[in-house]
C-alpha cells in the first residue's frame, strides 16, 4: 500500500504474518522464518514450523542477521543494539503503564495526521513500537520520547523540546513523510526507513538485512492494520 499517494497495492507489502511470535525489538530471537505465495500472490510469512502435507509449498527464509548498522545519520530510532548491553545512567525504561496513556496524546496524533497526511494508524503504530507511549523513554543509544528521535534527528526536524510530547510526535512524524516521499509512498520501505535510516535502505534496494530492522517493521505492520481496522470499525 502506498501511503499518501493513492490506493496503489503492492505485492511486496501484502504480507499475512500467520502465526507470527513478534517479540520486543530489544530481545529479538534468532528463528528460521517460513514462507509460501499463495493462488492470489498474498506472501505468507510465519516462525511457527508449518505442518507437512498441509497443501502449501513452504519455503525456509533464514535471517542474515544480526545487522551491525550502528548508528545511521536519519534513523529515528537504534539500528543496533549491541551497545544495549552496557548499562547506562541515563537509559529511561518504560514506566507508564496507565490505560489512559493510549488516548493521552489523541489531540497531537490527529494534528500530526492532518499537516503531514499521513495516516493516524501508522503514528499510533510507531508509537506503540517505540515507546509504548511513554514520553520519558531514553533508549541505550540516546532515541528520546514517544516516537524515539535520534540526536542528529532531533536537530533536523526542528524539536527543540524532545521531551514535549507534541513537539516530538510532530518531528517523528514530519521524518515519516520525508521517508515515504523519498520511497514513493511505499509502506513497508517507509516503516524500515525510519528504523535504520533512508541510506541503509538504498543500500540494500529495500528492508535492510539487519534482524532488529525486520523485526521492527514487523511489529509497526502488526499495530498498523489491528489500529486500522480499530478505525473502520
Excluded at 498441509?54 to 551497545?83: C, E, R
Excluded at 495516516?119 to 540516546?142: F, G, M, N, T, W
Aim: net charge positive; glycine share 10%; with cysteine.
Amino acid at each position: 500500500m502506498a501511503i499518501g499517494g493513492g490506493a496503489r497495492y503492492d505485492r511486496r507489502v501484502r504480507l499475512v504474518f500467520a502465526a507470527l511470535a513478534v517479540v520486543c525489538v530489544s530481545a529479538v530471537a534468532r528463528a528460521d522464518i517460513y514462507s509460501y505465495e499463495d493462488k492470489e500472490g498474498v506472501v505468507h510469512f510465519t516462525n511457527v514450523p508449518p505442518p507437512r502435507g498441509g497443501g502449501h509449498q513452504w519455503k525456509v527464509l533464514y535471517k542474515t542477521g544480526p545487522g551491525k548498522a550502528g548508528i545511521i545519520s536519519g534513523a529515528a530510532g537504534p539500528t543496533s543494539f549491541a551497545g544495549c548491553a552496557v548499562s547506562r545512567a541515563d537509559v529511561v525504561p518504560a514506566t507508564d503503564r496507565s490505560p489512559d496513556r493510549y488516548a493521552r496524546y489523541d489531540a497531537y496524533i490527529a494534528e500530526a495526521s492532518r499537516l503531514y497526511a499521513l495516516p493516524q494508524a501508522l503514528i499510533r503504530a510507531i508509537i506503540k513500537v517505540e515507546s509504548d507511549y511513554d514520553p520519558r523513554v531514553v533508549s541505550c543509544a540516546s532515541a528520546k520520547g514517544l516516537m524515539q528521535l535520534m540526536p542528529d534527528v532531533q536537530k533536523e526536524q526542528h524539536v527543540i523540546s524532545v521531551f514535549d510530547p507534541r513537539e516530538n510526535i510532530l518531528g517523528g512524524t514530519r521524518l515519516l513523510r520525508l521517508n515515504a516521499n523519498r520511497f514513493k509512498g511505499d509502506l513497508v520501505l517507509t516503516i524500515a526507513a525510519y528504523h535504520a535510516g533512508p541510506g541503509a535502505v538504498e543500500k540494500y534496494h529495500g528492508v535492510p538485512p539487519y534482524e532488529t530492522t525486520q523485526q521492527y517493521v514487523k511489529m509497526v505492520l502488526k499495530h498498523y492494520y489491528k489500529f486500522k481496522a480499530a478505525q473502520s470499525g
